[in-house]
């Protein structure tokens, strides 16, 4: 129901913009959230943005580094990639849900609706 696209091969140290929307559902009324993952480990929380865009989170091994922002209009939600390393090396899926309390938004169980996910490869 979302489609997550913008994924691609990338340098340490280079940027990429990753795009979440959908044709079927208006994200403003969403939180949406990206996470990634990698084979044989869990999902693990990236980042998630308010409905309104009024508040952001992030995990602490992005922060700094990404920002996740939305378009309202174009009905779509970003996440900005800067300063990537082989670390972040993963499959991305954005995620959404109509609303998540602030102290559980890392939980990737409380979100309905997942895109297909788009792989971002960082080589060193």
């Known amino acids: 129901q979302l489609q997550a696209s913008g994924g691609g091969l990338v340098q340490a140290g280079g940027s990429l913009r990753l795009s979440c929307t959908s044709s079927?559902?208006?994200?403003?009324?969403?939180?949406v959230g990206w996470f990634r993952q990698v084979p044989g480990k869990e999902r693990e929380f990236v980042a998630t943005?308010?409905?309104?865009?009024?508040?952001?989170y992030y995990s602490d091994s992005v922060k700094g580094r990404f920002t996740i922002s939305r378009d309202n209009t174009k009905n779509t939600v970003f996440l900005t990639m800067n300063r990537l390393s082989p670390g972040d090396t993963a499959v991305y899926f954005c995620?959404?849900?109509?609303?998540?309390?602030?102290?559980?938004?890392?939980?990737?169980?409380?979100?309905?609706?997942w895109g297909q996910g788009t792989l971002v490869t960082v080589s060193s």
């Open positions: 995620a959404a849900e109509s609303r998540i309390i602030s102290s559980q938004v890392s939980n990737a169980r409380l979100y309905d609706f």
């Open positions: 079927t559902r208006t994200l403003s009324r969403y939180d």
């Open positions: 943005i308010r409905w309104s865009g009024g508040d952001t």
